[in-house]
């Protein structure tokens, strides 16, 4: 196991949210890998805390399916397999599909401004083959979609999935074909969403990720 940083016990959030949120990206950032054992007392002395928050930690990362527990042995980072990559994106193209939907329908000015200015920032990094603000763009392209459905449930469900495959979307946008075709997607979703174009920006939305699952077969990605 990776020494993780000890946690700022002055921050604002309750002790639980914080380890919570540390214990999660490190494990989408490859720092606690998958299938490693989650160990509640080398993590609460690595992070300078209690076993108890470790122990809600883990419980709501097996909820998002990043942990599993198996009995008698203990708390696992989450392996997952091709079929698992598959069957999450099957969900999301229909989750992405109604998001796309509601966010056109509940569409304000100012929400369409900042979609666009994401849509821009995406599209430069890109054209500068910036992996990590590809990333982080396309996050925040699709989160914002997500916020302006103002449905927190569906927002809930969409990003604990979209955290399910976090690890593999590196392989996707680093394939520059790849991420150029994600550019004149994000584009045909804003312009729909944009137009108030329901059906429109429903399809288009879920056929982003359909494109991403088709990448995904074509290349034969082995996950283990």
């Known amino acids: 196991m990776n020494n993780l940083p000890k946690i700022n016990l002055d921050n604002y959030k309750p002790l639980r949210d914080i380890v919570f949120e540390n214990l999660r990206t490190a494990i989408l950032d490859g720092d606690l890998k998958a299938g490693e054992r989650l160990m509640e007392v080398q993590l609460a002395e690595q992070l300078g805390v209690s076993r ?50 509601l966010a056109a329908q509940r569409k304000r000015d100012e929400n369409i401004e900042e979609l ?3 849509a821009r920032e995406f599209e430069q990094c890109v054209r500068k083959a910036d992996i990590e603000g ?41 394939d520059y074909e790849a991420s150029l075709s994600l550019v004149e997607e994000h584009n045909r979703i804003l312009q729909s969403i944009k137009n108030g174009e329901s059906e429109v920006a429903k399809r288009y939305a879920m056929e982003h990720i359909e494109i991403a699952e088709r990448f995904f077969r074509e290349n034969t990605i082995n996950i283990k």
Do not use: C
Request: avoid cysteine; proline fraction near 2%.
């Open 52 to 101: 108890t928050p470790i122990r809600e930690a883990i419980r709501k990362l097996e909820l998002e399916g990043l942990v599993v527990m198996l009995p008698r042995k203990g708390a696992y980072v989450a392996n997952m397999s091709f079929k698992d990559l598959i069957d999450v994106l099957e969900i999301r193209a229909s989750l992405e599909g109604l998001a796309g939907s």
């Open 116 to 118: 666009e200015k994401l």
């Open 134 to 174: 590809v990333l982080k763009k396309d996050v925040e392209f699709h989160e914002k979609i997500f916020l302006m459905t103002n449905n927190k449930k569906l927002y809930q469900l969409i990003t604990s999935l979209w955290e399910q495959v976090h690890r593999f979307r590196v392989t996707y946008v680093s």
